[in-house]
């Protein structure tokens, strides 16, 4: 079945350091990829999304490009900062059921000032 | 903004007990989701709902029933709870058409004791 993995946590950076947070998939067919972010206390939300090969998705800073060839999707971002901090979640959506997002098991950043 | 609001933030019960988790979406959704979040595993998909009295079993269903009588409400049953069922509970909801972009509530922290 279609199953996601993570770069293995916690990670802790200083303030303005480079940020990569890896994510390969295993699909069959062409997923779409999302990475979701969890802030302390709260719910999950969406932090960026492609939809096919090539795609780059981009907010807040953060960026992930679609790679078919690799089947990744690693997160970065130039400059972290204290914000940052939170547990990281890349997901895929197969062909079964598209709005089941199946997630990888999250990346805990802590970001020191 | 969308809201999806979880009954309780904290849950204390006892082995055996008949649990209900109550989760209430405020933006006419479609979908709705129950997820379990646990250390070094991510997040799991319980039981899903595609429309009213609509259900599909997730991934880890054993254990726990739904109930959807009204859109806007989702409802994670725990028939006799036990002690591996002590887990972060997330609600998710999610438009027919929402292309991966789920919408969190904050969470249940359940122990089961």
């Known amino acids: 079945g279609d199953s996601v993995t993570q770069m293995e946590g916690p990670v802790t950076l200083s303030e303005e350091a480079f940020l990569t947070i890896n994510c390969t998939y295993t699909?069959?067919?062409?997923?779409?990829l999302f990475w979701y972010v969890q802030y302390p206390g709260e719910g999950l939300q969406l932090l960026l999304k492609?939809?096919?090969?090539?795609d780059k998705g981009s907010n807040k800073g953060f960026e992930a490009t679609y790679r078919k060839e690799t089947t990744s999707f690693h997160l970065e971002k130039g400059s972290v900062q204290v914000s940052d901090s939170a547990v990281y979640f890349c997901?895929?959506?197969?062909?079964?059921?598209?709005?089941?997002?199946?997630f990888g098991q999250g990346t805990r950043l802590t970001i020191n000032p | 903004d969308v809201k999806v609001t979880q009954s309780s933030r904290y849950l204390v019960k006892r082995t055996g007990e008949k649990v209900f988790l109550e989760c209430v979406q405020d933006?006419?959704?479609?979908?709705m989701f129950w997820y379990r979040q646990d250390p070094g595993l991510g997040l799991r998909l319980i039981y899903f709902?595609?429309?009213?009295?609509?259900?599909e079993k997730g991934d880890i269903p054993e254990g726990y029933s739904v109930s959807r009588e009204k859109k806007e409400r989702f409802s994670l049953i725990l028939e006799s709870a036990s002690t591996n069922q002590t887990s972060m509970y997330l609600c998710?909801?999610?438009?027919?058409?929402?292309?991966?972009?789920?919408?969190f509530g904050s969470g249940t922290q359940l122990s089961v004791l």
């Open positions: 998710a909801s999610s438009l027919g058409t929402g292309r991966g972009k789920l919408f």
């Open positions: 699909a069959t067919g062409y997923p779409s």
């Open positions: 492609a939809t096919k090969a090539d």
């Open positions: 997901a895929l959506s197969g062909l079964q059921g598209a709005q089941k997002l199946v």
């Open positions: 933006m006419d959704h479609e979908n």
């Open positions: 709902s595609y429309d009213v009295k609509m259900k």
